[in-house]
């Protein structure tokens, strides 16, 4: 059984910066692909970012463009998202996902396998 646990959220101002980040445990973390997902009150769950097994390729949707950063470490069984430049648009709690890697690029929520409990940002203006 594959466990995530995120931690990292928090309250920040407009323009400031947090790093989530995300352990899994259970399976071989190098089969994941690794996904982050934010849910925002009243709204549906959207994807943030992704980043391949490998790590040489990651994925954005295009309001966190240049400001959001995906990384992973497979020594450690960490994944993490560096958010920069943070707007009150922002705020959402933040999920962690793993889907394993066939080598085919599926952002759908529901073809994620596993999730995490998610952490809550807060970003104030």
């Known amino acids: 059984q594959v466990q995530l646990v995120e931690s990292g959220g928090g309250l920040v101002q407009a323009g400031g910066s947090l790093r989530l980040s995300c352990a899994l445990s259970?399976?071989?973390?190098?089969?994941?692909?690794m996904n982050w997902f934010r849910q925002a009150p009243g709204k549906e769950r959207e994807f943030v970012a992704a980043i391949r097994w490998s790590g040489g390729n990651t994925v954005y949707t295009d309001s966190v463009k240049g400001r959001f950063t995906i990384s992973r470490d497979n020594a450690k069984n960490m994944v993490y998202l560096q958010m920069n430049s943070l707007k009150s648009e922002d705020t959402a709690v933040y999920y962690c996902?793993?889907?394993?890697?066939?080598?085919?690029?599926?952002?759908?929520?529901?073809?994620?396998?596993?999730w995490g409990q998610g952490t809550q940002v807060t970003v104030s203006s």
């Open positions: 259970g399976r071989t973390f190098s089969s994941y692909a």
């Open positions: 996902a793993a889907r394993r890697d066939v080598g085919v690029v599926d952002l759908r929520v529901s073809a994620m396998n596993y």
